[in-house]
């Protein structure tokens, strides 16, 4: 099967959070790895397993652009430097910070304020890089079709490829699979008590992460980290 791309946002090397996403799925950004035997406090390690099984998948991320695979005209190589143009576009910023969220259905990061800088990059990302793919697949349409979709995400989707961009675009970072309605405020909770200590600092966003996935039975990994070299106006 042929290889997906993503964009996303992942953490600075050796930052707090990132060592809060290390710690919780047990995964770097580069090795996906065993499963951890280290159980966090106030879980079983059944449904521990259960929590981060889909996150781990994907590496501790927030998405920017969903993965996606290249048409059959464009290289790797290539893919990068369009990115890579548009990044040169875009100066680094920051959220003031995040927080845990109840998040449709599952618990992620959500920033706690508004991440215009955010919106634009994504934005750019989806709009100039839409040239890149090739026409969505039956089996992607109908997979995302069944999620019940608006009018307008359906549209995005046949659009664009995905169908949670432009104005459907809310950042997050999954930290958990889907969770029953009953249990999830005791969860969120724990969460929180574990990740407190790293959700202290300011988060910079300073570059993006392309990940790749061989196929879709093995998890995706860091293919490369493009800054955002940018100049801010005078």
């Known amino acids: 099967m042929t290889a997906r791309y993503a964009i996303y946002y992942t953490p600075p090397r050796n930052s707090l959070l990132e060592a809060a996403g290390t710690h919780w799925l047990g995964r770097t950004t580069v090795r996906y ?102 026409p969505l697949s039956r089996f992607d349409l109908k997979r995302h079709m069944d999620k019940k979709l608006s009018e307008r995400q359906e549209r995005l989707l046949r659009r664009f490829g995905y169908p949670f961009v432009l104005e459907e675009f809310k950042f997050h970072m999954t930290l958990t699979g889907t969770i029953e309605d009953k249990v999830r405020s005791s969860y969120k909770e724990k969460l929180e008590n574990i990740l407190k200590p790293y959700l202290t600092e300011p988060v910079p966003v300073q570059e993006v992460s392309v990940y790749m996935q061989p196929d879709r039975k093995t998890p995706f990994v860091e293919y490369t980290r493009i800054p955002l070299t940018g100049f801010k106006k005078a």
């Open 33 to 134: 790895g065993q499963i951890p035997k280290e159980i966090p406090e106030g879980f079983f390690k059944q449904e521990y397993y259960q929590l981060i099984e889909s996150p781990r998948w994907y590496g501790f991320h927030g998405t920017i652009r969903a993965p996606f695979e290249l048409a059959e005209h464009v290289t790797p190589e290539e893919f990068i430097k369009e990115i890579t143009k548009i990044c040169a576009t875009h100066t680094p910023f920051n959220f003031s910070s995040l927080s845990i969220s109840c998040f449709g259905g599952f618990l992620a990061l959500t920033p706690t304020s508004g991440y215009p800088e955010l919106i634009k990059l994504h934005s750019d990302l989806i709009r100039k890089l839409d040239f890149l793919r090739p």
